[in-house]
């Protein structure tokens, strides 16, 4: 179907479900995600729509609540599932072994307000399932933050005050993966070697995301849109928002990872998503360490010792089922990229 049939055929596709088209460059693929195409899982599913190796995927997503808290009075208790994703994509050429780059070329927030809350049982200084006490559960409790695009700010107001503050807008994904190895279906609650909720401040425009095909085609995910979060995510969401997305999907065909990767023109990132917090660390510096070994040539012992040196680690999130954190050097330390 062409962007440019009749509108009358359009108006015939959007009525029979969510649509599927190609721009007319040939290398733009659009779809539209709705709260009855989203998926919950990370897994080996069909496919609802197929890109080549370099094509541009243009779509939207919900926010972590399918977009249904929209007023005073809503509650999380309304959404019909949490972090409702797009996809799977399907990108041809994808084999196991081979390395999926994600290119982030454009993320707006496609919205006038997001949503913060406090849900019971879920947090990082409340108790949880994995973190137990007698005493009572916080109580759930929901903020809406108006958004003001022209200014590129969200607007946080006290609920037991007068007080608000305005909070500069970096929209990324909070979800963004592919299928997981063996057949496994994976919650979209949970970040691991897949990607998945790995709430990702990394995960931005300007940034390049890698991830390890483990089926075929890569079966690509992305959703739960963030406009703004502190480290940690410590209450259990960040400012919660549906987007509109353009990336780019591409195949690095023999090139072998092992957890996901970020790179930008300034420095190369990578994930480690367990827990406790010190196997998160562990695996993100180990992996850096790889990685210079592998495309710098640098030995890894001489990797380990200037990253003790000059390398970073942020907090990304501390509340879902693994922890994240993203270790990073800059480029400006490393001596030129292996041809």
């Known amino acids: 179907m062409k962007l440019r049939n009749s509108v009358l055929g359009l108006l015939g596709l959007l009525l029979a479900g969510p649509a599927v088209v190609r721009g007319q460059t040939g290398n733009v693929v659009h779809y539209t995600t709705t709260i009855d195409n989203v998926k919950y899982l990370f897994a080996t599913v069909e496919p ?10 243009d ?30 994509f399907f990108v041809e050429g994808a084999e196991p072994g081979d390395t999926l780059a994600v290119k982030i070329l454009d993320l707006q927030v496609d919205g006038d307000t997001g949503v913060g809350a406090l849900s019971p049982g879920f947090g990082a200084i409340n108790a949880t399932n994995y973190t137990p006490m007698l005493h009572s559960p916080l109580p759930e409790r929901v903020w809406f933050y108006p958004i003001d695009r022209a200014a590129n700010v969200a607007i946080f107001k006290a609920l037991d005050s007068d007080f608000s503050v305005k909070i500069p807008m970096h929209p990324f994904f909070g979800c963004i993966g592919v299928a997981p190895v063996n057949g496994e279906a994976r919650s979209s609650i949970v970040p691991a070697e897949f990607g998945g909720n790995l709430d990702s401040p990394e995960a931005s425009v300007g940034n390049t995301v890698y991830f390890p095909v483990n089926v075929r085609g890569g079966l690509f ?8 979060m502190g480290d940690g995510e410590i209450a259990g969401t960040a400012i919660e928002v549906p987007l509109k997305a353009r990336v780019q999907l591409s195949v690095i065909k023999g090139r072998t990872i092992a957890w996901p990767q970020f790179e930008n023109d300034n420095a190369i990132m990578t994930v480690g998503a367990y827990r406790p917090l010190d196997d998160a660390v562990r695996i993100a510096f180990t992996e850096l360490v790889h990685w210079i070994h592998k495309d710098y040539g ?17 907090l990304n999130e501390m509340v879902d089922p693994n922890y994240v954190v993203v270790a990073s050097i800059e480029k400006k330390y490393l001596p030129a990229k292996k041809k």
């Open 59 to 88: 779509t939207n997503t919900l926010d972590c609540f399918g977009n249904a808290l929209k007023k005073p009075g809503d509650t999380p208790g309304m959404s019909k599932g949490d972090n409702p994703l797009a996809g799977p």
């Open 48 to 57: 609802v729509a197929r890109l080549k190796s370099g094509d541009i995927l």
């Open 221 to 228: 995910y992305i959703g739960d849109g963030h406009a703004a």
């Open 298 to 314: 640098m030995s890894e012992l001489d990797a380990y010792e200037l990253l003790s040196k000059v390398g970073r680690v942020h």
